[in-house]
């Protein structure tokens, strides 16, 4: 079956670093992804990982480990634009469509 | 990056009527598109997979009879709602994939917010 996890909620304060989790067990495993979505609209690209380790992409890093099915997206110097929910998604191998299996969405609170 | 369209952005309509949604790549051709669909606080649920020219291939538990999906040409997927009733009611995704773009990343549409009184 499938199963990708992330925290509900966090909470997080203006400047600082947070971090999100994903763990997942999936069928099968072609690239782990992290989507930005602010309420209302469509979820947008931030990362993507497919093989171990760290990608950093200005403010946002994103890590892979493929052995442990976990995947954390870092998120530094936070503003306050930054409040929204961060979807880890998984692209699933089964099949010739590769689809993404989303998980259930980490609604993150910036304070002041 | 790429762009997918969506329209309409919000519909409201009664309950047992159609409401028909489509999804444009407008800069790419798209063979496959997805469906989703995402209940309020909560994350996407997909749907379907449109594929240009065939049939859709839809998710366990979505109502195929239900959800009509037709993927005409390269650029241009529609959902139609068949018989609307209020449990419908839902933001409604579609994304496409662009092989020129980074493997395997999906470009969203807006969004179709359906309210089915």
């Known amino acids: 079956g499938q199963n990708i996890d992330q925290p509900t909620e966090m909470t997080a304060t203006e400047g600082a670093i947070v971090q999100i989790n994903c763990t997942y067990q999936?069928?099968?495993?072609?690239?782990l992804f992290w989507y930005q979505q602010h309420a209302g609209e469509a979820p947008t690209f931030l990362s993507y990982?497919?093989?171990?380790g760290l990608e950093e992409k200005g403010r946002f890093s994103s890590f892979l480990s493929r052995s442990k099915g976990y995947s954390y997206l870092l998120l530094k110097e936070l503003q306050m634009k930054d409040s929204a929910s961060y979807l880890c998604?998984?692209?699933?191998?089964?099949?010739?469509?590769?689809?993404?299996?989303f998980g259930t969405g980490t609604l993150l609170a910036v304070q002041p | 990056g790429a762009v997918v369209s969506q329209h309409p952005s919000r519909v409201i309509c009664k309950s047992g009527t159609s409401v028909k949604i489509e999804c444009r790549s407008l800069?790419?051709?798209?063979?496959?598109m997805f469906w989703y669909r995402q209940f309020p606080k909560q994350s996407l649920m997909l749907m379907a997979t449109?594929?240009?020219?065939?049939?859709?291939?839809?998710e366990q538990g979505v109502e195929k009879d239900k959800f009509l999906i037709n993927h005409a040409s390269l650029t241009l997927s529609t959902l139609t709602v068949t018989s609307a009733h209020p449990e419908d009611s839902s933001f409604y995704i579609c994304?496409?994939?662009?092989?020129?773009?980074?493997?395997?990343?999906?470009?969203f549409g807006e969004g179709s917010r359906l309210t089915v009184l």
């Open positions: 449109s594929n240009e020219g065939s049939k859709a291939t839809y």
């Open positions: 998604a998984v692209r699933d191998r089964g099949g010739a469509t590769n689809k993404l299996i």
């Open positions: 800069d790419f051709q798209a063979t496959t």
């Open positions: 994304s496409a994939r662009d092989s020129g773009s980074p493997p395997g990343e999906l470009f």
């Open positions: 990982n497919v093989l171990d």
């Open positions: 999936t069928s099968g495993f072609n690239g």
